[in-house]
């Protein structure tokens, strides 16, 4: 399985901005799709994860609101968009696969065997 973000950039605060992950390489029906960040000098951090099959998601600390993860199966893409962005949203965002996890283990970047290369987010005025 590969893993290739893109769709970082420069944004102002309060500006949105839609990350897309796109996987190649077999995925089955039991597969999660999570998104991370690391933010300078921190620790990554769970962002959002959804079901490849079915579409349920989650999300780790504030996210829910101003975040939203989804898929498209058919181009085997999964997306990340972040609205009414803060200085605190810049950080370097990876997507991550794993298989059969249930929703309380998502958040864990140890369960997820599969990684990409990362899409720099950077919020600046």
């Known amino acids: 399985v590969q893993l290739q973000a893109s769709g970082g950039g420069l944004v102002q605060p309060g500006g949105s901005l839609k990350l897309s992950c796109t996987v190649s390489?077999?995925?089955?029906?039991?597969?999660?799709m999570g998104w991370f960040r690391q933010a300078p000098g921190k620790e990554r951090e769970f962002v959002a994860a959804?079901?490849?099959?079915?579409?349920?998601?989650t999300y780790g600390g504030s996210k829910k609101g101003r975040f939203t993860i989804s898929k498209n199966n058919a181009k085997n893409t999964v997306y990340l968009q972040m609205n009414s962005l803060e200085s605190e949203d810049t950080a370097v965002y990876y997507c991550?696969?794993?298989?059969?996890?249930?929703?309380?283990?998502?958040?864990?970047?140890?369960?997820?065997?599969?990684w990409g290369q990362g899409t720099l987010v950077t919020v600046s005025s």
């Open positions: 390489g077999h995925t089955g029906s039991d597969y999660v």
């Open positions: 991550a696969a794993a298989q059969r996890l249930i929703i309380s283990t998502m958040s864990n970047e140890r369960n997820y065997r599969f």
């Open positions: 959804i079901r490849w099959s079915g579409g349920g998601s």
